[in-house]
């Protein structure tokens, strides 16, 4: 019977990736990675500045397809090293990230 019940917790668990982010922004005071894993979420991810003003976040998201931008200083960006986008409803484009 203690069998039974064990099945019956297990859940399928999707396998999470590990994906890294960076854009460059060299005289960026803040940086915010914004997109549908975070609901768009000011607050949720905040990039770290490396070296040669090189910003960079590592996000944990199962695999899909996901929109996203960069909040660089309060202004919109796309990511300039994914020339894969798509339409928003304020009238520009999403960069487009698919995880498998």
């Avoid at 986008?85 to 498998?100: D, R, V, W």
Wanted: net charge positive.
């Amino acid at each position: 019977m203690a069998s039974r019940k064990m099945k019956q917790r297990v859940k399928t668990q999707i396998k999470r990736r590990r994906v890294t982010l960076t854009v460059e922004a060299l005289d960026a005071e803040t940086v915010l990675l914004m997109g549908d894993f975070n609901q768009w979420n000011n607050k949720k991810h905040p990039m770290k500045k490396g070296k040669h003003g090189l910003w960079e976040k590592i996000i944990v998201v199962p695999p899909g397809r996901y929109e996203y931008r960069f909040l660089v200083d309060g202004k919109w960006q796309n990511d300039p090293g994914n020339e894969q986008i798509c339409a928003n409803c304020f009238g520009s484009t999403n960069n487009i990230l698919e995880i498998k």
